[in-house]
Structure formats: structure tokens, C-alpha cells
């Protein structure tokens, strides 16, 4: 991974040269970072925003975007002036009106200094005007913005928002949206949520899209292109929009066989985390190189190469568990990031055994069984990898082994209490490991540490027995593969770059 080289002090200094006014004394600078230990830059300090709006308008031949951000927030301290997270062109900055002054710093930080300094606990109005060339902007070195032949798209992570809008760009700060973006006729754009209206007028046509929930920057996308749209609704009632692009070429007749069965896989998984949280579901499948799939909230990315091998309902099953685990309930810091993953990837596993392809017990076994002590695998701790190993595969793997042993020390009946409950607990919110694991006593009513210590946070590979079925299995030292294996794996590359 080549996105890992941050140098935390150089943008902590340039935040702290700015003028504090006389007036204002107990006023000062927002921090250039929320706090997180594996990306202490990401997001910003001092306040929390509610929605964003943003304004848009793309030119697919010239990668040119402009647009409006209007950001309502609120302030969390007596504020002098204020980060965003943003790399294109900014023209100008008003804050509750005012014209502010504002300047670039660091990798991706703007800083905006309001005329009259913010009192803690009030909310703001920002408004950035902007323009630029998204695919000629880079941070630490690379950029997250992908062209295509007819146009670019914004998915990735944990980072894909500054090329696109200036955020506070952590997951810890989740909003609602409404983007609206005009592209030339011809064009689509696509975004999350719901297609609230579509205008055309001299040559340009609208789309107004709006996410009602709250949503993490990173889960926020945006895809220009020449797209055909589905539509339905699911038994379940779930409205389904999916976008394929019109040049995927060999791939489209899987990309389409897979992701239009989202409808029934959104009302499969609601069997076992209840309710779909979302207003939508669904897909787009636009022409990248890229190989990775991501959750993006409501509209999940699939990259072409996910379909290479035919069909691949797994990586749909996968993505849409993180809509409930991922989107719904979001992680705190980055280092939780099993909340998500492991869970998408349990969820695999549950769909394996539907489709009578391996159970979840065969799966974990197998992944016991593969992988000796002395594999680097078990030095990977996946309730704290660490920056550089956030989407290893042993974060997957080891992580849904984790959820296996729970579910065989627990028993099925608090296991799946707690799959449907967590969603319903945190709804729109956030919440770490250890926020699960005490969901996950309090339900079952067992004492957990000993068993979340051994198989999320110890370097090395568990002896403990509960890897196992309760009853009936075998020794786990010569599990067979189970036929769903290699089409699991092909997944683990879901958010590589
Ligand atoms: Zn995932």
C-alpha cells in the first residue's frame, strides 16, 4: 500500500500560525486532525457536520468539476478558525454569510478562518466555491480518483472525498446529503440514495440525488459516465436503482446476472439483520481498472473485474452486509474496523451455506486449518491491525473466524439475536470492538474478554477449542475446502489499490 506516509507535526505547525484575534482570546484553531490514532490528519476538529449540499457540474471530455459546497455544522468549541478536507481549487469561503478568508495546508487540508470567531455550541453555515481538474490533484502521493473512458468516479477508501468535496473526512462525523450534478446530455451521474429529479436544459442534464440518512464521507460516491439505470423493488418493499456502465464489454452479462439480484440478497440478509436501514439499494458497475468492490452507502461500487470469472453473488452478499455493518452502524476509529468486515465476510460464509457450497463451520474450519502457527496470518490482530494491515486478509478471515467462535460459545440463539439486535442498537451511528463485545455479553449473558482477547487481539494463532462446532464436527487439522472458497477469496481484494 503506497497511501500510508503521513507526516503528522508538519500540519499541526501550519494550523497553529495563525493570528488568534485580541477579541477572542479564548478562541483558537481547530485541530487538522479528529483524533484518529492510524490517520491522526483525517477529518478535523472543533466541529460536527449535519449535511452537506453540494452543487455540481462535471465535464466528462476535460475532467473539469465545479461545483458549491453549502456544509451546515455544528460548533463542538470556541473556535478562531477551522479545517476541511479538500484538494481542488477553492475560489471562496463564506461562513454565516460572510466572505472568509481561507488558505491550503498540508496534504489536504484547507483551513477557513471566519471573520468573527465561533462560539462553541452554534450552528454554522459554510459555503465553498470550487473548481479544478479532480485527476491532477494527488495526497501522500496518490489519488483515489478514477477516470474511465466517458467520465471519473469518487470511490474508495478510507479516503475519496477530497477529490470531490471539502468534507470533515472521517467516519466519525456522518450526514446527510443531497448532490446535484449537471453533466452534458447523454451523461449520467449517480449517487447515493434516492433520484430525487432530473432536469435538461441546453445541453446539460440534472441529477438531484438525496441520501437521508446519515452517511460517512467515505461511503459518499459519485460516478459520471454513460450508464444504463435499473429499477425495481424488492418483495421486501426495498426500492433497488443499479447503474451499469454501457462499455463493460465481456463482463456485463455477470455484472448484471450478479448485481441484479440485489433486491432478493437485501431481503435475504434482512432475515438475519433485520430491516434494510436505507430509503435504497443498489449498484453501479462503471468501466475501471480497478479491481475492488466498496460499500458505498445504498449504491455499492463493483469494480468490472469482480465479474471476470461469471456471476459473483458473493461480493453482492458481501457489500450489502456492510450496508447494516459498515453503513447503519459505523465504525469509530479506523482501527475497529472488524465491525465491518468481519461481519461482511461472516455473511459470505452464511451465503455459502445457503447456497450448500460450505458452512460457516467448513469455511472456519478450512481457515483454521490452512494456515499454520507460524503463518504471518495470526500475527495480524483484526480488533487492531494497524494502519498498514486495515484491509489484510486475515482482518476477513480471521475476523469471521472470530464471529464462528463466538457462535459456537454462545450457541445459535444469543449468536443471532446479536446479528439482528446490533444494527437496531447503533442505527445511524457509531461503535467500536469493545462496544461489540459488550453488546455481545450483555445479550448472551457470558463473560466475553477472555474469547474476544484470543481471537481479535493476540499475535498469534488460538489454541482455544471454540474454534470448533459444539457438537459433531471433526479434528480441524485436514479440513476439506469448501466449494465456495475460491470465489470468497477472489473478494479479498475488495478494497486493494
Ligand atoms: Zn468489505
Not at 452543487?55 to 461545483?67: A, H, W
Request: charged letters at 20%; glycine letters at 10%; a negative charge.
Amino acid at each position: 500500500m503506497h497511501r500510508r506516509i503521513i507526516a503528522p507535526g508538519a500540519l499541526a505547525a501550519a494550523s497553529l500560525l495563525l493570528a488568534i484575534p485580541a477579541s477572542a482570546a479564548s478562541y483558537s484553531p481547530g485541530a487538522p486532525g479528529i483524533g484518529d490514532p492510524y490517520y491522526p490528519n483525517y477529518g478535523n476538529g472543533g466541529y460536527d457536520v449535519s449535511h452537506y449540499d453540494l452543487r455540481l457540474q462535471y465535464q466528462p471530455k476535460t475532467d473539469e468539476l465545479q461545483g458549491t459546497a453549502t456544509i451546515l455544522a455544528r460548533t463542538t468549541r470556541d473556535l478562531s478558525s477551522f479545517d476541511l478536507d479538500f484538494l481542488l481549487d477553492v475560489s471562496e469561503v463564506r461562513v454565516d454569510g460572510a466572505k472568509a478568508s481561507f488558505t491550503a495546508s498540508g496534504e489536504h487540508e484547507l483551513v477557513v478562518t471566519p471573520k468573527t470567531p465561533l462560539a462553541k455550541g452554534t450552528t454554522v453555515t459554510v459555503v465553498v466555491r470550487y473548481s479544478g481538474v479532480p485527476s491532477t490533484k494527488s495526497a501522500y502521493g496518490f489519488s483515489t480518483w478514477h477516470r474511465t473512458p466517458d467520465g471519473a468516479v469518487a470511490a474508495d477508501e478510507p479516503e475519496a472525498a477530497w477529490w470531490w468535496f471539502p468534507s470533515n473526512d472521517h467516519p466519525g462525523d456522518k450526514a446527510t446529503y443531497d448532490v446535484s450534478v449537471a453533466v452534458p446530455d447523454g451523461t449520467q451521474a449517480i449517487s447515493n440514495g434516492t433520484l430525487q429529479s432530473t432536469t435538461s436544459k441546453l445541453g446539460w442534464t440534472r441529477y438531484n440525488w438525496r441520501q437521508n440518512k446519515p452517511q460517512a464521507t467515505y461511503l459518499a460516491t459519485l460516478a459520471l459516465g454513460r450508464f444504463d439505470i435499473t429499477t425495481g423493488t424488492s418483495d421486501g418493499g426495498v426500492p433497488v436503482i443499479n447503474a451499469y456502465s454501457k462499455d463493460l464489454g465481456d463482463n456485463d452479462g455477470a455484472a448484471r446476472a450478479s448485481v441484479e439480484r440485489t433486491g432478493e440478497l437485501v431481503d435475504w440478509l434482512s432475515g438475519y439483520f433485520g430491516p434494510y436501514p436505507f430509503s435504497s439499494a443498489g449498484g453501479y458497475v462503471p468501466n475501471t481498472t480497478t479491481g475492488y468492490a466498496l460499500e458505498t452507502q445504498t449504491r455499492v461500487y463493483y469494480s468490472p473485474k469482480q465479474f471476470a470469472n461469471g456471476s459473483n453473488t458473493s461480493v453482492v452478499v458481501h457489500e450489502l452486509a456492510h450496508q447494516w455493518y459498515g453503513d447503519d452502524v459505523s465504525l469509530k476509529h479506523w482501527k475497529d474496523i472488524w465491525i465491518n468486515e468481519g461481519f461482511a465476510r461472516y455473511a459470505q460464509w452464511l451465503w455459502s451455506e445457503h447456497e450448500g457450497e460450505g458452512t460457516a463451520q467448513e469455511l472456519a474450519d478450512y481457515v483454521y486449518a490452512s494456515h499454520p502457527a507460524d503463518d504471518a496470518f495470526w500475527t495480524v490482530a483484526p480488533g487492531d491491525p494497524g494502519a498498514d494491515h486495515q484491509f489484510d486478509a486475515a482482518v476477513y478471515d480471521r475476523g469471521a473466524l472470530a464471529i464462528q467462535a463466538l457462535r459456537n460459545t454462545i450457541g445459535d440463539d444469543a449468536f443471532f439475536r446479536i446479528l439482528k439486535g446490533w444494527p437496531r442498537t447503533h442505527a445511524y451511528g457509531n461503535a467500536s470492538v469493545a462496544d461489540f463485545q459488550r453488546y455481545a455479553e450483555q445479550v448472551s449473558g457470558k463473560p466475553l474478554s477472555a474469547l474476544f482477547d484470543t481471537w481479535l487481539f493476540q499475535p498469534s494463532k488460538p489454541a482455544a477449542p471454540s474454534a470448533r462446532a459444539l457438537a459433531g464436527a471433526g479434528t480441524g487439522t485436514e479440513a476439506t475446502r469448501p466449494k465456495s472458497w475460491k470465489r470468497i477469496e477472489a473478494t479479498n481484494d475488495v478494497h486493494g489499490h
